[in-house]
């Protein structure tokens, strides 16, 4: 069973390194996209496997969820970068600083403070992407993208957060493309160089856009 589980994981898991190699590669000088493995809803059991076939950058959604299955893996395998890809509620940043490695959901600045209190008491500071409402959807967090650059410079300054790039979610049931476009050209703008893009669905287009970071789940781990 085992056996059978890590052979599936270490198809899948190939399968995309040779895709996001082959896209990263129509790109000129550009370096292969970071693949994150968006672990949520699945366990430890599942997770093993993938990090045995050498998967080491990893993406939760929930910190508590996280909490139940990342100190044990981690303490496992000490060269894990955990990536925290979902919502963060200001209470929540506590445990999230001492979890996880990199924040992509950085979006207000009630958690800019809140994060940057928690990695000076804590000691740890954490590389964040701030998170962009692209298709300025209702139901979506995320900054609007003409209060970007503002947000982003007040985080740096005013906060003394470590904001390496940006990170959007475009609106399901559109072409994702154009979203990407509009994010690499307002990272651009603003002078960040690192871009968490792309799901299961789209992360080739992602990287063509000049993703740094995508973030696959479905594709990896199966439907949830
Ligand atoms: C779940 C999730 C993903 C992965 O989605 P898939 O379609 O399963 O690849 C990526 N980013 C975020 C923010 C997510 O919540």
Same mark, same amino acid.
């Given at each position: 069973?085992?056996?059978?589980?890590?052979?599936?994981?270490?198809?899948?898991?190939?399968?995309?390194?040779?895709?996001?190699?082959?896209?990263?590669?129509?790109?000129?000088?550009?370096?292969?996209?970071?693949l994150i493995a968006?672990?949520?809803?699945?366990?430890?059991?599942?997770?093993?496997?993938?990090?045995?076939?050498?998967?080491?950058h990893?993406g939760?959604?929930? !910190?508590?969820?996280?909490?139940?299955?990342?100190?044990?893996?981690?303490?496992?395998?000490?060269?894990? !970068?955990?990536h925290?890809?979902?919502?963060?509620?200001?209470?929540?940043?506590?445990?999230?600083?001492?979890?996880?490695? !990199?924040?992509?959901?950085?979006?207000?600045?009630?958690?800019?403070?809140?994060?940057?209190?928690?990695?000076?008491?804590?000691?740890?500071?954490?590389?964040?992407?701030?998170?962009?409402?692209?298709?300025?959807?209702?139901?979506?967090?995320?900054?609007?993208?003409?209060?970007?650059?503002?947000?982003?410079?007040?985080?740096?300054?005013?906060?003394?957060?470590? !904001?390496?790039?940006?990170?959007?979610?475009?609106?399901?049931?559109?072409?994702?493309?154009?979203?990407?476009?509009?994010?690499?050209?307002?990272?651009?703008?603003?002078?960040?160089?690192?871009?968490?893009?792309?799901?299961?669905?789209?992360?080739?287009?992602?990287?063509?856009?000049?993703?740094?970071h995508?973030r696959?789940?479905?594709?990896?781990?199966?439907?949830?």
């Open positions: 069973m085992a056996q059978a589980s890590n052979d599936a994981a270490l198809t899948q898991l190939s399968g995309i390194r040779d895709r996001i190699e082959r896209a990263s590669a129509r790109i000129e000088g550009a370096r292969p996209a970071q968006v672990s949520k809803t699945f366990d430890a059991q599942a997770i093993e496997p993938v990090i045995e076939a050498g998967q080491r990893f939760e959604n929930r !910190v508590q969820e996280a909490m139940g299955k990342w100190p044990s893996l981690k303490a496992q395998h000490p060269d894990i !970068v955990l925290l890809i979902g919502p963060l509620q200001t209470n929540k940043a506590k445990e999230a600083v001492a979890l996880f490695d !990199v924040i992509h959901s950085l979006d207000r600045d009630k958690l800019a403070g809140a994060l940057k209190k928690e990695m000076d008491r804590q000691d740890r500071h954490l590389p964040c992407f701030v998170q962009v409402n692209i298709g300025l959807e209702e139901q979506k967090t995320g900054i609007a993208p003409a209060e970007t650059a503002a947000f982003v410079s007040r985080c740096q300054t005013e906060h003394g957060l470590n !904001v390496i790039g940006l990170m959007c979610i475009p609106p399901v049931d559109e072409a994702a493309g154009p979203y990407f476009a509009q994010l690499a050209q307002l990272a651009g703008n603003i002078g960040l160089e690192q871009l968490s893009m792309g799901m299961s669905a789209d992360f080739e287009t992602a990287i063509l856009m000049g993703a740094t995508i696959v789940g479905s594709a990896l781990f199966g439907s949830r």
